[in-house]
């Protein structure tokens, strides 16, 4: 008389499927009324109009504050500002962090400098980095950068002030930031490379820029493409360095998407646009997550 | 080209490799270290021009930064026991939480991984409005009940992640062999695996906590005045007529000066980490 | 812990019709077999052929698709894999990397809280067995390869087990290290009298330590007996062309009016050779000799193995391997014949042993 298979995986699977459920469900609970509860909360909201500056207007009020959002110039401002923040950013933290590891690579002996040099960008406030960029670094006269182009003869310029040029600062100082990472995890992913690929590769009479291109840049492609998704998220949801570096300003030159959502709540007290903004910016940012991770596995 | 040509063009070469190299260190270093000068100077040293590299050095910074009216050592407590608390919380839920993703047969496995991915992909301003609602009404603003709770929202999905690539790593056979050995699977998981993967949680707490200590935006929203972290004391020194340079610097030291420690002890866990974390996927720094 | 350790019946192993699936892919198509109390028994086979994942649902460390398996008389096809009294040496050791060798033999003896006196005792008496007793502080990592396996080894006899489990725990030894082991364990095994389940893919080592052996072949038991009788009469093809060193040779052949057709020869053997068809003939390298006539053959490669001579010959487009003691006077590329004292015939279809 056979036993068929699944009276055999009772007892010990059960046991096993319990004690794992019994793990994972505080975690589980923690991250279901903390995220789910809110969203489903946050998209409420964002049908209601709840202006606490004049309570008496509030109430439900469907899809206006959507519709109220296509016609917003300032809206559409801070899309286009946050496409050309998130692009730029991520663009130059890999080229530069690319770089870097390239260079660094030939040296072995300054690693362990630039290794610490690296990290402090790293572990700082991202808040302390823009007030430190506001105050010390880019203050007309007195900050760091006008100290150099003034003596460079490039004379003094209102980095943060100037709407022209507030936007590029405010790249400037999540570039700095972050780029450290890109070049950490490049490095390593550099340093793992099999060496005896390019020496084969040198035999082969292979131009240095060859070995790059064919065989460097397609080995690293997974490292690149982590860092990019990574960095891409969070451009998206960076907040503390803008805020703290301009606020939003001047005017609108750099409100990207969330600032702008954070404002009309907690400024202008419109929870209910507030909330429809912000709803637009979880799309956006499932929309790119979705569409990365499928050309993460596309290969 | 002669031989010399070639052993003199090889060392020019990696002498600009040098001097681009110091280049970047100074960048990135450099504003660090110009903080920590300014944070000695007088106000009056700081606004100076050309900007002063040899000055007469003072604690008087540091001593109103840290025992005068604005003194940021309440804030240097709120940080510590938000950053703290909720870093330890964290562990406590998402190491049993990571084993049981990575080494359990766990029901709904991979809808249940997929949702700790997708949690991560949450923009924090979408979900502060809600808590703000919320925790005002149940009168939890401004609490640290309140802050240590939500922190945990960003926390928990990147340790489950860091800690499933560590629970990873190890061999199959160790519950096996504790298994046959009559441990049953909770001694297993205590007494053979933990101990295997005590650098994982080590690496993963140092994340944690250093999230947590730079917040900025749940703590300025959800906190209020007993409730401040260093982070949001910061804004303390700047106001709409003058900005306290020098006080501000000798602030923000105050404030970094955990962090910074953490990262110059900790470098080659927080570099592995870093990779570690890129490899598997997810990651909110 | 004394020399003798189990008592005379216990340990007795039952499997009876084991299947295993793995979604669309059968790994094990139905595995019966009777191990004795104190029976050192091999599972031999190539890789894939499903002698490891029988081991494991013997340790019950994976489910099975249908069928059962006994210990000593009581079904334990569901028990937990700590409840069935059963110790496992891993092919890869599996040593917890964190304790000390004697943390590591002493655990599974604290998992069922021994007190510490005998646990102590036991450990010290394991380790003395396997001549590990002066590396108790020692951490795994710090052990020679051989080291670790005389660990793992400990932390199994520590708790008197009734059955001893070991996948390949040869495998990661280098050559000299593991022909000495395999005395050693062989002599250790009788020693204290535990059954015991050893799974390997090396055919020479089943046949000097196994006092029986299961050979597997995709997922099926191909045979099982004693080694010489495994060695003396193969019962499929299969079998034939895995055991021995060299391996058996095989050769299309066919029976026709009383003579056996090789190659373009015909040969009358002193042996009944079965009703006309189409066969197998396989001839053991040892049996085979250069001859004036019998099967025309090419030497192709002389390897000189110092007491003993290899001669590959190329037989009708295969090679055919040749052993003797004494160098024949032959040279590569010579023109010869090769026959042969004794040989078995397997049908070709079926690979079934054609009977004498």
Redesign the interface.
């Known amino acids: 008389m056979a036993v068929t298979g699944s009276a055999i995986r009772s007892e010990s699977g059960r046991r096993e499927r319990r004690f794992a459920l019994l793990l994972f469900a505080p975690a589980l609970i923690a991250l279901a009324v903390s995220t789910t509860v809110p969203l489903v909360y946050l998209a409420w909201t964002s049908l209601m109009r709840i202006d606490l500056s004049m309570p008496f207007l509030s109430g439900f009020a469907g899809v206006d504050n959507y519709v109220k959002m296509g016609g917003d110039p300032r809206f559409w401002n801070s899309l286009w500002l946050t496409l050309a923040y998130t692009a730029s950013t991520v663009v130059l933290q890999v080229a530069l962090g690319l770089s870097l590891a390239l260079l660094v690579l030939r040296i072995p002996r300054g690693q362990a400098a630039l290794r610490i040099a690296a990290i402090l960008p790293i572990v700082l406030a991202p808040v302390v980095v823009g007030l430190f960029w506001r105050t010390l670094v880019l203050s007309p006269d007195v900050g760091l950068v006008d100290v150099v182009t003034r003596s460079l003869g490039l004379g003094s310029h209102n980095w943060l002030g100037d709407p022209q040029l507030a936007l590029i600062s405010v790249i400037a100082i999540h570039t700095w930031q972050w780029t450290p990472f890109a070049f950490l995890v490049l490095l390593a992913s550099l340093s793992s490379l099999p060496p005896d690929v390019f020496e084969a590769a040198r035999i082969d009479r292979a131009s240095a820029w060859q070995r790059f291109r064919h065989i460097t840049l397609p080995l690293i492609r997974p490292a690149i493409v982590i860092v990019v998704i990574m960095r891409t998220m969070v451009a998206l949801s960076a907040f503390a360095a803008i805020f703290a570096a301009t606020g939003g300003g001047p005017g609108t030159a750099t409100e990207i998407l969330n600032l702008y959502a954070y404002r009309t709540s907690f400024s202008e007290l419109n929870l209910g646009y507030g909330a429809a903004l912000a709803m637009v910016l979880l799309a956006i940012t499932l929309a790119v997550s979705f569409v990365m991770f499928r050309v993460r596995t596309k290969r | 080209m002669s031989a010399s040509n070639l052993v003199s063009a090889r060392r020019l070469r990696t002498a600009l490799l040098v001097a681009v190299a110091a280049l970047l260190l100074a960048v990135w270093a450099f504003p660090v270290i110009w903080a920590l000068l300014t944070s000695f100077k007088t106000e009056r040293d700081v606004l100076a021009y050309p900007p002063t590299v040899i000055f007469e050095p003072t604690l008087s910074n540091y001593r109103d930064v840290m025992f005068g009216s604005a003194s940021l050592l309440p804030n240097l407590l709120s940080s510590t026991i938000v950053a703290g608390v909720s870093t330890l919380l964290t562990l406590l839920f998402a190491v049993p939480a990571a084993y049981a993703l990575a080494r359990l047969d766990l029901p709904g496995k991979r809808a249940s991984g997929f949702y700790v991915l997708a949690t991560q992909m949450l923009p924090p301003v979408g979900l502060i409005i809600p808590y703000y609602l919320m925790l005002q009404k149940i009168g939890g603003l401004d609490t640290y009940g309140g802050l240590i709770v939500i922190y945990l929202t960003f926390s928990l999905p990147f340790a489950i992640w860091l800690m499933v690539s560590y629970f990873e790593d190890i061999p199959r056979e160790m519950e096996e062999a504790a298994l046959l050995d009559r441990a049953g699977r909770l001694r297993a998981l205590w007494y053979v695996i933990l101990p295997q993967v005590r650098g994982g949680i080590a690496v993963t707490t140092i994340f944690v906590f250093l999230n947590a200590w730079n917040e900025f935006l749940f703590a300025v929203v959800l906190g209020g005045n007993r409730v401040r972290p260093v982070t949001v004391a910061m804004f303390n020194f700047i106001s709409v007529e003058q900005t306290l340079w020098a006080k501000l610097a000798a602030g923000a030291m105050l404030a970094m000066a955990p962090v910074i420690l953490l990262g110059l002890l900790a470098q080659r866990h927080i570099v592995k980490g870093l990779t570690v974390g890129a490899v598997k996927g997810g990651g909110r720094t | 812990m004394s020399a003798g350790g189990a008592p005379g019946d216990v340990g007795r192993v039952s499997l ?2 084991i299947v295993k ?1 793995h979604g669309t892919v059968t790994a094990l198509h139905g595995v019966d077999l009777d191990i004795e109390p104190g029976e050192f028994f091999a599972l031999l086979g190539p890789s894939g052929s499903g002698k490891t994942t029988t081991l494991r649902i013997l ?3 994976e ?6 398996v006994l210990l000593d008389g009581s ?1 334990v ?7 069935r009294d ?3 040496v ?1 092919q ?1 050791y ?1 040593l ?4 000390t060798v004697y943390d590591n033999i002493a ?2 003896l604290r ?2 809280a021994t007190p510490g006196v005998d646990a102590d005792r036991a450990v010290r008496e394991a380790a003395a067995l396997v001549h590990i007793d002066h590396l108790l502080a020692r951490r795994p990592g710090q052990l020679s390869g051989g080291q670790q396996q005389r660990c793992a080894l400990a ?1 199994a006899i520590v ?1 008197k087990p009734r059955l001893f489990l070991l996948d390949e725990p040869l495998s990661n030894l280098d050559a000299k290290l593991r022909l000495e082991t395999r005395v050693e364990l062989r002599k250790l095994q009788r020693a204290l009298g535990v059954t015991t389940v050893y799974v390997t893919h090396d055919q020479e080592e089943a046949m000097t330590i196994a006092d029986r052996v299961a050979v597997f072949m995709e997922g099926r038991v191909a045979q099982v007996g004693r080694p010489q009788d495994i060695f003396a009469k193969p019962a499929s093809a299969v079998v034939a062309g895995f055991i021995g060193s060299p391996p058996m040779n095989l050769l299309p052949a066919e029976v026709r009016a009383g003579a056996l057709r090789v190659v373009g020869a015909d040969l009358r053997l002193n042996r009944p050779l079965g009703a006309d068809g189409l066969v197998t003939l396989g001839v053991r390298p040892a049996a085979l000799r250069i001859a004036p006539t019998g099967i025309p053959a090419r030497v192709y490669l002389i390897e000189d193995l110092g007491d003993t001579t290899i001669v590959d010959l190329d037989v009708g487009g295969q090679i055919v391997k040749l052993r003797t003691d004494q160098r024949p006077d032959v040279r590569e590329g010579d023109n010869v014949h090769v026959a042969f004292a004794e040989c078995h015939l397997f049908e070709r279809d079926s690979g079934a042993r054609r009977g004498e």
């Open positions: 009876r019709g699936r340790a019950g460390l489910p099975l698709s249908s069928g059962r079904d096809t569901d028990r937990e894999p700590g409840e059963v110790a496992m891993f890869s599996a917890y990397p964190h304790m655990f599974p998992m069922v932390r708790r």
